[in-house]
Each structure stands twice: as structure tokens, then as C-alpha cells.
Nanobody, 122 residues
């Protein structure tokens, strides 16, 4: 069964950087990151397809960068200029088929990591 395992995360001060990594047991066409803040619904943060096309939530554009290494079956999220609003549990997610980031696709990711906590204090 396909698995996703995250690493990284932690507690940092506002303005700091963190890098999340995710290792997959299989090749996935679409890979990326979602997050769930306290008392909020889970939202897509950043998605990347094999061609390098990306999707970012408006709130992270210019601060976060998603990248993938298909040879290693990994996806990473570099998070800069972190803000307390970025606090939440971050999940690696993947799907085998295109499309990657239409509204219906974002609601249909079926493979998830266990989640990693990111806490940003002011």
C-alpha cells in the first residue's frame, strides 16, 4: 500500500524558516502539502506536478516553495517568513492521476501522511 512519511516541522519564531520533507513509497503524479489550523478546515497549501507546474494558496505565495525529486520520490516544502497564521498540522498528500489542483482535484486527494506540527509564535 502506498505510504507517505513526513519529516521536519517544529516550533519557531515569526519570520523564521522551516523545511518539510515527505518520502513516498510509490510514484505519484501529483504531490503536495495541505494544512489544518486549529478550528479551521484543512486547506491545500502547495501542489506540484511532474512538469514542475505549481499551485499555491494565496496566503503563502512568495513565501513558500514546493519542489519534488521524482528519482527519490520525495516532495519538499520550504517555508520562509513564517507567520503565526501558518501554525497548524501539515500533511503531505498525493494522487496518482491528473489534474492536480483543480477545485475538485484538491478535494479528492486519497493518500496522506501522518501529519507534522508547525507552530509559529509571535
Amino acid at each position: 500500500q502506498a505510504r507517505l512519511v513526513e519529516s521536519g516541522g517544529g516550533s519557531v519564531q515569526a519570520g523564521s524558516s522551516l523545511r518539510l520533507s515527505c518520502a513516498a513509497s510509490s510514484y505519484f503524479y501529483c504531490m503536495g502539502w495541505f494544512r489544518q489550523a486549529p478550528k479551521k478546515e484543512r486547506e491545500a497549501v502547495a501542489i506540484v506536478n511532474p512538469g514542475g507546474d505549481t499551485y499555491y494558496a494565496d496566503s503563502v505565495k512568495g513565501r513558500f516553495t514546493v519542489s519534488r525529486d521524482d528519482a527519490k520520490k520525495t516532495v519538499a516544502l520550504q517555508m520562509n517568513s513564517l507567520d503565526p497564521e501558518d501554525t497548524g498540522i501539515y500533511y503531505c498528500a498525493a494522487r496518482f492521476s491528473t489534474p492536480c489542483y483543480t477545485s475538485s482535484a484538491l478535494a479528492d486527494y486519497k493518500y496522506w501522511g501522518q501529519g507534522t506540527q508547525v507552530t509559529v509564535s509571535s
